[in-house]
């Protein structure tokens, strides 16, 4: 039986703004990547969306991004690979602190937004981000887009890695992602996205946006947790891979 992972990123609020629907979507999902307080979140969201990921079985990743509260962690920065490393290392282990205190493990490390797009194609910045893991923790798998330069920098290191694909978001021939800000980026209808995943689990395809069939590997799939649509989206998600024969089932 084909299996795959549904993950979300999550924990994203902050002091009193709150962002996401995180209490709904968890019990939808096999793994949660939290924000660590860089991009956002905060220490009382990271404790209590940690302990929500407790209660309903969860898998919990750190989320690192860039140091861009205002910007989200969605503006390209021009950090060296250096301080890339420690940044990653400092916000992994702020969660790590949470997860030993609630007693459960910290599972896996998936690079946020802008930070996570630009690892995608800088190696450099893909081996500073899997050092940082393995220096933490040797045990944690990073989870990073399918085909990309994370992938190839974690087999170089010796760092274990799961490929992410994702739901509703437009594919390129070189199989990064559509930049948000040109046509194709975002996957609108939900039926589309269902086929698109239960297709890329099943085939190991995915067609792009100028028409082309490219190969990627699914072992999780990412639900965003911040949209309006969120929760009916990974409904219909899970219903839809389970109506396929595709187990859902964490990395």
């Known amino acids: 039986m084909a299996v795959i992972d549904l993950n979300c990123d999550l924990g994203e609020s902050y002091g009193a703004y709150k962002i996401g629907m995180d ?23 990271m404790e209590r969306t940690v302990e929500l990921c407790r209660e309903h079985g969860v898998r919990i990743g750190a989320h690192p991004g860039f140091p861009d509260l205002a910007g989200f962690g969605r503006r390209n920065m021009a950090l060296s690979p250096e301080e890339v490393k420690a940044s990653v290392k400092y916000q992994i282990g702020a969660l790590k602190a949470f997860c030993t205190g609630a007693g459960v493990r910290l599972w896996h490390v998936k690079p946020h937004g802008a930070l996570y797009n630009m690892a995608a194609e800088d190696y450099q910045l893909a081996k500073a981000v899997c050092l940082a893991v393995k220096e933490v923790d040797e045990s944690l798998v990073l989870l990073a887009l399918s085909g990309s330069e994370m992938i190839r920098a974690a087999k170089a290191t010796g760092v274990f890695c799961a490929s992410e694909v994702f739901a509703d978001q437009g594919y390129q021939s ?9 046509k194709g980026a975002l996957i609108k209808d939900e039926d589309q996205a269902v086929k698109r995943v239960i297709r890329m689990v ?9 028409g082309r069939d490219i190969t990627i590997q699914a072992d999780s799939v990412c639900v965003h947790g911040d949209g309006a649509k969120t929760l009916a989206f990974v409904k219909k998600i899970r219903e839809g891979l389970t109506a396929a024969g595709i187990e859902i089932k964490g990395f």
């Open 23 to 45: 209490e709904e979507v968890i019990p939808y999902v096999t793994s949660a990547n939290i924000a660590c307080g860089f991009h956002a979140g905060d220490p009382m969201v």
């Open 174 to 182: 070189d199989g990064t992602l559509v930049p948000k800000n040109q």
């Open 202 to 210: 099943r085939e190991r395809k995915v067609e792009t946006v100028d």
